[in-house]
């Protein structure tokens, strides 16, 4: 599916390139609809220009070295983060990737890229949703409670600091996320706050969810509402897609990534708005997944998988895949996550569990932390009706809110690149 | 691809490998103390349907040990050969590379369009390696392609796949990857033209046509940019099953 998605994504992509270049004066977003714009994201002639190519190091954290990593895990070893670095002493920025997104995932490139321009060393960590920080760096291995999540966050950026002592030069220390890890940002400053580790100069949430749990229900719903009989009838739905595919190849005759190409599978494919919302349900629900089953198989099972199993290289995982994948979120939520925290406080209360997970937990401190700025777009898929106006309201001049970009879709957009480096260049936004 | 020798020894060699190792138990080992999940497959999943997730892979216990092996071959062999290949050669030479290799391999695309009957195909192909031989001196340079001849890539799993025959079990076959009964004998059966009739057997020097086996495998895999175990999902295998199973049916009803 995923590769069908991307070549759709990628082919539809080029479509921008006819359209010239773009005058650096204004925020020029091509397009209005923010499912497009969360999918297909800034085309390339929108793009800003970024180096190619940039001095990289993988390192690798082991939080825990005593722990006994299953044998169905045998490929994982230890956390890897990745450091981009500049010869000569400078500030450093962590950031943190959206959910499920590994170190390297395009949008964290992109990222390191930018920060690496504008005279950064960066060091890019994983998503706590993403298998390999569950495994290696997660205390509770049991990801979604923000403060949780946080304290792991910061551990691992102490002992990749530690590491990199001797090995370049910092002055001062910054840090950034999108998505989840926007918000993850949020309470990872609240902590260093009370550690002052690191003493942050300055930090930018980049599309946060103001409320994790209403953002995961949104995009939990864009599956199911956008692929006729959910997941249980996916077949009818990619047989659908990829009819579409193949006629489009008998048609052209061949196959290539090029402006034309793309513009003609572009033109074509008939319910595109609900394609582009199943591919990001899609998405969202692959990351889910791998999450829970990570998760699962961690605490002993029970949930997904068996208790008391043992499983090793040779196991068939697909049962468990197909049970993850008709897992939400929410259902993770109710079910694994809130009796999970419901250990440790028998008090507490769903709502309270939900409350705790949003920029609302933290409005006295973020009201007056002026390190802490907000971007954001005005038809971000993930937030609801007031969720701008509160960001606004609680962060006041420090929120840079663009009428258009979807979740994350202008992360690259040059207007975008330029505000994210003077936010942290400047010392005030 | 595989020059005459490697062909003879290597088919046995999968197979017996087959054999082998088919029985290797794919479900989880359980003990007294195994409880049910709460989130149980009989109550999830509509089993009057069918899942394109669940793919036939009666070997998968064989594919699942041999996808093990390849992600450490890739890792301590093929990935460090790559990545020197890519250190010590300009981006320019290794689109020359690129370029020659594709153009040797024409000699399977021009065969399987035949067996297929496309005259389209067949007409291009051969236009195709006709003018980059020459035009594009030796392959070197693929002009083609700029003059609206697009590659039309057949392979004889994709010939045995047009006249209707289905995949079959799917496989992982060692070094090579994902494959299922057909495409393994597909491969197969372009590595013996290639070998008996095709640009090995006109050059009849077995040093030059190793050479072409190394660097075109190498060739490859640097133009291949998956990486094991860097999807960040422990269903790596179940996804890589279905994406493959989905390409290759996308290119036979081409």
Redesign the interface.
């Known amino acids: ?4 998605g991307i070549i759709l994504i990628t082919l539809i992509a080029f479509t921008g390139s006819a359209k010239g270049t773009y005058a650096a004066s204004t925020y020029i977003f091509p397009f209005s609809n923010p499912y497009e714009a969360t999918v297909i994201e800034t085309p390339p002639a929108f793009q800003a220009e970024i180096p190619k190519r940039v001095p990289q190091k993988i390192i690798n954290v082991k939080v825990f070295p005593t722990r006994i990593i299953p044998k ?4 994982e070893n230890g956390l890897p983060c990745s450091l981009v670095y500049q010869d000569h002493k400078a500030p450093l920025i962590f950031i943190i990737a959206g959910t ?3 170190y ?1 995932s395009p949008k964290m490139v992109n990222l390191q890229h930018v920060f690496y321009r504008a005279g950064f060393h960066v060091l890019s960590i ?1 998503s706590p949703t ?3 920080f569950i495994i290696n760096a997660s205390s509770s291995m049991v990801p979604g409670d923000l403060a949780e999540d946080a304290k792991d966050l910061y551990r691992v950026m102490c002992l990749a600091t530690e590491k990199l002592r001797n090995k370049i030069a910092v002055t001062d220390y910054y840090l950034t996320g999108y998505s989840l890890g926007g918000i993850q940002s949020a309470f990872v400053t609240g902590i260093d706050e009370e550690q002052q580790s690191l003493q942050f100069k300055k930090v930018l949430l980049i599309n946060p969810p103001v409320s994790l749990y209403r953002s995961v229900s949104i995009l939990d719903r864009l599956l199911d509402e956008n692929i006729p009989g959910g997941i ?4 009818a739905w ?1 047989d659908d897609v ?1 009819q579409n ?2 006629d489009i ?2 048609e052209m ?4 990534f090029s402006g034309e190409y793309i513009y003609k599978v572009h033109k074509r494919y008939p319910k595109r708005e609900h394609f582009l919302r199943a591919i990001i349900g899609l998405s969202f629900r ?2 889910s ?2 999450m829970i ?2 998760a ?2 961690m605490n002993g ?11 090793n ?15 939400t979120f929410v ?1 993770y939520f109710h ?1 694994y996550l809130f009796p999970h925290a419901r250990l440790e406080n028998p008090t507490l209360t769903e709502n309270q569990l939900i409350d705790r997970l949003s920029l609302n937990h933290m409005e006295t401190y973020l009201r007056q932390a002026d390190k802490i700025g907000v971007l954001h777009n005005q038809d971000d898929i993930i937030l609801d009706e007031g969720d701008i106006a509160y960001i606004r309201h609680v962060f006041g001049p420090r929120a840079q809110i663009y009428p258009r970009g979807g979740h994350c879709g202008n992360m690259n957009h040059p207007e975008v690149v330029r505000f994210i480096i003077n936010f942290f260049n400047t010392g005030e936004d | 691809m595989i020059d005459r020798v490697a062909f003879t020894t290597w088919l046995p060699m999968i197979l017996f490998g087959l054999v082998l190792l088919a029985g ?8 007294v ?9 009989d109550e ?3 089993q009057r ?6 793919i036939y892979d009666p070997l ?2 064989f594919n ?2 041999t996808y ?1 092996f390849n ?1 450490y071959f890739d890792k301590y062999i093929f990935l460090p050969v790559v990545n020197a290949y890519d250190f010590v050669l300009p981006d320019y030479v290794e689109d020359r590379i690129s370029c020659f290799v594709d153009n040797v391999f024409e000699f399977n695309n021009l065969l399987n369009n035949i067996l297929q009957g496309k005259l ?1 195909g067949t007409g291009i192909t051969l236009s195709r390696l006709i003018i980059n031989s020459t035009v594009g001196i030796g392959g070197l340079w693929n002009p083609a392609t700029g003059w609206g001849m ?3 890539p057949e392979d004889f799993g994709q010939t045995l796949g047009y006249y209707g025959a289905g995949g079959g079990p799917y496989l992982i076959l060692p070094i090579l990857g994902p494959s299922n009964l057909r495409d393994t004998i597909g491969i197969a059966g372009d590595a013996a033209s290639f070998a008996g009739a095709g640009p090995v057997a006109w050059v009849e020097n077995n040093a030059a046509s190793r050479s072409f086996t190394g660097v075109s495998s190498v060739d490859r895999r640097h133009r291949q940019s998956f990486r ?3 999807s ?4 790596e ?3 890589v099953r ?2 493959y199973t ?2 290759r ?2 290119e036979i ?2």
């Open positions: 599916m995923r590769v069908v169905v895990f045998w490929y499920g997104a590994r390297d994983s993403h298998m390999d249980n009838n996916f077949k990619l990829m595919l193949s190849y008998k005759g061949y196959f290539e692959m990351s997944s791998n089953f990570a699962d198989i099972g029970g949930y997904i998988t068996p208790k008391n199993v043992e499983m290289y040779a196991t068939a995982l697909t049962p468990y895949a197909m049970v993850a994948s008709r897992t259902d079910q | 290797c138990s794919t479900l989880p080992r359980t003990s103390e195994t409880e049910p999940p709460l989130r149980k497959y999830l999943v509509d349907k069918t899942h394109p997730l669940e998968e216990g699942r040990g093990r992600y389209q697009h590659e039309q094991y175990y860097q960040g999902s422990p269903f295998y179940e996804m279905l994406i989905k390409k049916e996308l009803s081409r």
